[in-house]
């Protein structure tokens, strides 16, 4: 195991302040805790919406609350489906407000992000199933789509778009997914090189994994474990160099161009997991921010 860190002062200060919030062994701590923690974190790093972007809220399956985001200026019929990250276990609409919001306005397009349940008290296939409904009920539109996610957003959000392929629904034109968490063996590359990573370890993420309690070997679940990546949407795939997921993130990107997807794979050669909220402070977040904004733009295209 190695205890690697980057070498960019802001983001490594970035790094400080989390930690004042959210402990490095704040997975020990009692759920309700680890969740008042995150919420102080995203707190602390909230931002004001872009002028004239309006959010509402509402509830899809009447339970499932979701927020909309209309920007200032509409660029494109697409749509744009967030699901945030939070191991599975934190995180909400609020949590990620303010980077819906930024993205939403910086596409112009519309975004609808949601509120799915959280283990413990829900494991798998709650916040999955959650995601699949709204997914469905947004495509009910005709308009097309691109699904994006963080961390484990970008799990269900990869899972989501390969069980839309494999049930033949159409809409998605495209997936955008930031130091995702895919399903990697734990005991190899970037799980070992980055085992103490700042920010996530990799017994944070064997933890996140035992709380969601999903079936080992669902591709849903684990996209990675999937036989077929073809007929999956166009990509673009951000990796953190300093994240115990990078190697997920460059895996799942080989496996869909192999096979033939269309997909853009970038590694943040200073960033640590979680930095998109670091995008005000950092100037490689900030970089890995707009990079990502240009490329969902670009995935809205079709």
């Keep these: 195991m190695t205890s690697a860190m980057p070498t960019e002062d802001a983001i490594l200060e970035f790094h400080r302040q989390c930690s004042a919030f959210y402990p490095e062994d704040a997975v020990d701590a009692p759920i309700a805790q680890q969740r008042a923690w995150y919420d102080a974190l995203c707190a602390e790093f909230d931002a004001p919406p872009p002028l004239g972007l309006v959010q509402e809220y509402e509830l899809i399956c009447d339970r499932i609350r979701v927020g909309r985001y209309r920007p200032k200026r509409i660029a494109t019929q697409t749509r744009l489906f967030y699901i945030h990250g939070g191991g599975f276990v934190v995180g909400s609409l609020e949590s990620h407000d303010a980077i819906c919001a930024e993205i939403s306005d910086a596409v112009g397009a519309e975004l609808v992000a949601v509120d799915y349940r959280l283990a413990p008290e829900h494991v798998w296939p709650a916040a999955f199933e959650d995601c699949w409904a709204v997914l469905s009920h947004v495509l ?13 957003g970008g799990n269900l959000a990869a899972g989501i778009a390969m069980k839309a392929r494999d049930e033949g629904r159409s809409g998605i034109i495209g997936q955008a997914l930031i130091y995702p968490g895919l399903g990697g063996d734990l005991v190899s590359g970037s799980y070992i090189e980055m085992a103490e990573a700042p920010g996530l370890s990799t017994a944070d ?35 953190a ?21 269309n997909v ?5 050669p200073q960033m640590i997991h979680a930095w998109l909220r670091a995008r005000f402070m950092s100037e490689g977040a900030k970089t890995g921010f707009a990079t990502l904004c240009a490329a969902v733009r670009q995935l809205a295209k079709g």
Aim: net charge negative; with cysteine.
């Design 140 to 152: 009910k539109d005709g308009h097309p789509l691109v699904v994006i996610g963080d961390s484990a």
């Design 205 to 239: 993420v064997a933890y996140y994994r035992d709380v969601l309690q999903a079936p080992a070997g669902n591709s849903y679940a684990f996209p990675l474990a999937a036989k077929d990546f073809s007929g999956l949407p166009a990509a673009f795939i951000t990796a």
């Design 241 to 261: 160099h300093f994240d115990p997921l990078c190697d997920d993130a460059r895996r799942y990107a080989a496996r869909l161009a192999s096979a033939g997807v």
């Design 264 to 268: 853009t794979f970038r590694e943040e």
